[in-house]
């Protein structure tokens, strides 16, 4: 994923909206959750600190560090006879 920007967010006369960061958030995942981050930072930098917008940025930028460095959980955990996958954020395991 690149942290280019789309064309019509980054006409200088667009009005950042809180759509805007759902667009961009949406379908986050830990791989590009930390390039997320810098585009949304990005657009929301010159916004005033009570902007919707913006808090709904800061907002995202802070779900999105913690989901880049400690990943994510899915699914029902661990099966009879099957052992759950180690967050990448965790200690190497005991070799």
């Given at each position: 994923m690149s942290q280019a920007?789309?064309?019509a967010?980054?006409?200088?006369?667009h009005q950042v909206t809180v759509e805007?960061?759902?667009?961009?958030?949406?379908a986050s995942t830990p791989h590009f959750a930390l390039q997320l981050r810098n585009r949304i930072a990005a657009l929301v930098r010159g916004l005033p600190a009570d902007h919707p917008a913006r808090l709904e940025g800061e907002r995202e930028i802070a779900r999105l560090e913690r989901l880049?460095?400690?990943g994510e959980v899915r699914g029902e955990g661990a099966q009879d006879g099957q052992l759950p996958l180690p967050s990448l954020a965790a200690d190497?395991?005991?070799e």
């Open positions: 920007e789309h064309p967010r980054a006409r200088p006369d805007d960061i759902r667009q961009l958030s949406g880049g460095f400690s190497p395991p005991p």
